[in-house]
Antibody, heavy 115, light 107 residues
Framework: QVPLVQSGAEVKKPGASVKLSCKAS????????IHWVRQAPGQGLEWMGI????????TYAQKFQGRVTMTSDTSTSTVYMELSSLRSEDTAVYYC????????WGQGTLVTVSS | DIQMTQSPSSLSASVGDRVTITCRAS??????LAWFQQKPGKAPKSLIY???NLQSGVPSKFSGSGSGTDFTLTISSLQPEDFATYYC?????????FGGGTKVEIK
C-alpha cells in the first residue's frame, strides 16, 4: 500500500492559487514530517518546505516564502500545500515525501500554469 | 544554504558495468545524505539513507558510502532496469537540497 496519495492534476491561470493535498495512510500520521518537492519539466528536484503534521510547524525555502502555505489535518491524515501568485515558471510536478530522507513519495501532481 | 554537487551529470555504461556517482556537499553534513532513483514520468524512489543504509526492498547491488562532504553511490553490476536518473539529497539542515542529478544511459 502506498503511504502517500496526492490529489489530481490542476490547470491554473497566472496570478491564481493552487492547493494540493497529500493523504497519508498505513502509518501514524503525526510521527513523520512531510515535505514538498517540485520538478519543472526536464529539470531536477527542488525542495519547497516541510511540515510537522502533529503541531503544524513549518519551514519554507526562502524562494517560496510569502507564497507557500503548508497545513495539516490530523482528522483526515492529510497535508496540504497552497502556492499563490502562480506564474508560468511554477508549472511542475509537485511531490510530497515522508521523513527527512524521503523514504516514501507521493505519485506527484502536475500543476500547469497557463493563460 | 548547503550546495550539493553531483558528478558526472550523465554517463554511458554497459550492462554489467560497475558505476559510481559522486555527491559533494558545500559544508559538512555528517551522514545526512540520501540517494534516489527516478525513471521518466515516475516519482523518485528511495535507495539509500544515512549515506550508507539500504532502503528496505532495494537490491544489494546498490551501495552508498561517505561522510562529511564527500559521498558516493555505487551500482555493482548495472542491469537494464537501472538506467535512470539518480539524485542525492542532504537532510542535515533546512533548506534540504538536492544534487543536480546523474543520468545513467545505455552505451
Amino acid at each position: 500500500q502506498v503511504p502517500l496519495v496526492q490529489s489530481g492534476a490542476e490547470v491554473k491561470k497566472p496570478g491564481a492559487s493552487v492547493k494540493l493535498s497529500c493523504k497519508a495512510s498505513g502509518y501514524s500520521f503525526t510521527s513523520y514530517y512531510i515535505h514538498w518537492v517540485r520538478q519543472a519539466p526536464g529539470q531536477g528536484l527542488e525542495w519547497m518546505g516541510i511540515i510537522d503534521p502533529s503541531g503544524g510547524t513549518t519551514t519554507y525555502a526562502q524562494k517560496f516564502q510569502g507564497r507557500v502555505t503548508m497545513t495539516s489535518d490530523t482528522s483526515t491524515s492529510t497535508v496540504y500545500m497552497e502556492l499563490s501568485s502562480l506564474r508560468s515558471e511554477d508549472t511542475a510536478v509537485y511531490y510530497c515525501a515522508r521523513r527527512g530522507y524521503s523514504d516514501y513519495w507521493g505519485q506527484g501532481t502536475l500543476v500547469t500554469v497557463s493563460s | 544554504d548547503i550546495q550539493m554537487t553531483q558528478s558526472p551529470s550523465s554517463l554511458s555504461a554497459s550492462v554489467g558495468d560497475r558505476v559510481t556517482i559522486t555527491c559533494r556537499a558545500s559544508q559538512g553534513i555528517s551522514n545526512y545524505l540520501a540517494w534516489f532513483q527516478q525513471k521518466p514520468g515516475k516519482a523518485p524512489k528511495s535507495l539509500i539513507y544515512g549515506a550508507s543504509n539500504l532502503q528496505s526492498g532495494v537490491p544489494s547491488k546498490f551501495s552508498g558510502s561517505g561522510s562529511g562532504t564527500d559521498f558516493t553511490l555505487t551500482i555493482s553490476s548495472l542491469q537494464p532496469e537501472d538506467f535512470a536518473t539518480y539524485y542525492c539529497q542532504q537532510y542535515h539542515s533546512h533548506p534540504f537540497t538536492f544534487g543536480g542529478g546523474t543520468k545513467v544511459e545505455i552505451k
